[in-house]
């Protein structure tokens, strides 16, 4: 009862919500993350790990994700992002689960996932689903406020 009451009181000082926009551009190149060898990884926005997304509750996230990956390995193209531990209700074709509850975004494509912040404050993630690239890299923190 008390989360369905938070949820609520948030939605009701929406007055305060915003729609919060950021651009994921995924792509491969060299890494080395423990200073060992370098290998090909995955970067988003140029850089080995994504950048941090934050929102409130009741904010409305608005996210291009672009991919740049050609045929990164095992013949793989395309990737998809998963943000792990939101209730996609009303959108779970944005789920990000490739090949189950959306088509992967296929090298050179762009696709936008917008959602409305419904998760209590607290830290989650977000990461690929498809192949390996959340062990390559494809993956960052999300932040609830």
Same mark, same amino acid.
């Given at each position: 009862?008390? $989360?369905? !009451?938070? !949820?609520?009181? @948030?939605?009701?000082?929406?007055?305060?919500?915003?729609? $919060?926009?950021?651009?994921?551009?995924?792509? +491969?190149?060299?890494? +080395?993350?423990?200073?060992?060898?370098? $290998? &090909?990884?995955?970067?988003?926005?140029?850089?080995?790990?994504?950048?941090?997304?934050?929102?409130?509750?009741?904010?409305?996230?608005?996210?291009? &994700? @672009?991919?740049?990956?050609?045929?990164?390995?095992?013949? !793989?193209?395309?990737? +998809?992002?998963?943000?792990?531990?939101?209730?996609?209700?009303?959108?779970?074709?944005?789920?990000?689960?490739?090949?189950? +509850?959306?088509?992967? &975004?296929?090298?050179?494509?762009?696709? &936008?996932?917008? !959602?409305?912040?419904?998760?209590?404050?607290?830290?989650?993630?977000?990461?690929?689903?498809?192949?390996?690239?959340?062990?390559?890299?494809?993956?960052?923190?999300?932040?609830?406020?």
């Amino acid at each position: 009862m008390s $989360r369905i !009451f938070w !949820f609520l009181a @948030t939605l009701l000082s929406c007055g305060l919500c915003k729609t $919060r926009e950021y651009n994921l551009t995924v792509t +491969s190149g060299l890494v +080395s993350p423990d200073s060992g060898p370098e $290998r &090909i990884g995955i970067l988003i926005n140029g850089k080995l790990g994504g950048p941090e997304i934050t929102a409130e509750p009741g904010d409305t996230l608005k996210i291009n &994700i @672009t991919s740049g990956l050609m045929e990164y390995t095992d013949g !793989f193209s395309e990737m +998809s992002i998963h943000w792990h531990g939101f209730d996609m209700k009303g959108v779970p074709f944005l789920d990000g689960t490739g090949y189950m +509850s959306q088509c992967p &975004i296929e090298e050179n494509e762009s696709m &936008i996932v917008e !959602f409305v912040v419904k998760e209590e404050p607290g830290t989650y993630m977000y990461h690929s689903h498809t192949s390996v690239l959340v062990a390559d890299g494809l993956a960052g923190p999300l932040v609830i406020q």
